[in-house]
């Protein structure tokens, strides 16, 4: 177990002509993180995941932010995502199912995940505002959309109720980290077989 543990480790560059990434993550990490994508409340957001998911991030992004931040936002989550399913590999012993509610003062916000190589997103979350400052909210969903596609993710998240909408987006962050750090654990009961009556994930 000690050796798979060690190899759950996923590295991404990422090159268009809209942006520049490369992303390195270790799923059995404890959760430090280096982030500089440009988007000050994106990396905030990225903390998070990387803190409450116990996962090390490093994530570095240059983006055409003179035209808005989609581009960065979006294929952040597309590198991450394919970071993370290049550490899960064929997903061998791990935990799959997660669920959560996570309270955060006056919001609460589900996250359910199935870490299953099959990419799925149901997202219901609304914000009442289109900017967290210079933020567009719609970028929260995107991040999650490039993520749970490129990561082979089916993941769901629902906003049960909130007023800040700081506080909505950063509970989504929270709870997607929290159920990934579930579901990716390895499960000592599994004896390191994929977790599937399949034989396989993906």
């Given amino acids: 177990m000690a050796d798979q543990q060690a190899k759950r480790t996923g590295s991404v560059s990422r090159k268009t002509n809209e942006t520049s990434i490369t992303v390195s ?47 960065t936002v979006e294929d952040t989550g597309i590198a991450i995502g394919q970071a993370l ?23 609460m916000t589900r996250a359910a995940v199935d870490v299953s190589g099959r990419p799925f ?5 609304a914000f009442s505002a289109p900017k967290i400052g210079t933020f567009d909210t719609e970028l929260v969903r995107e991040f999650f959309q490039a993520l749970a596609q490129h990561g082979g ?6 906003n049960i109720y909130g007023a800040n909408n700081h506080h909505i987006s950063e509970t989504c962050f929270k709870a997607v980290a929290r159920v990934l750090r579930t579901a990716t654990e390895i499960d000592p009961r599994q004896a390191g077989r994929v977790p599937s009556t399949k034989g396989t994930l993906v």
């Fill in 153 to 158: 993710i089916t993941l769901h998240v629902q």
């Fill in 25 to 71: 993550v270790n799923i059995d990490g404890t959760g430090t993180s280096r982030i500089s994508t440009g988007v000050g409340f994106f990396d905030h957001m990225l903390e998070q995941l990387s803190r409450h998911s116990l996962i090390d991030m490093d994530i570095v992004a240059d983006g055409d932010r003179h035209v808005d931040d989609h581009h």
């Fill in 121 to 125: 997103l149901v997202w219901n979350v």
């Fill in 85 to 107: 399913s290049k550490a899960l590999g064929d997903r061998r012993g791990i935990t799959r199912y997660a669920s959560l509610d996570l309270a955060m003062d006056e919001t």
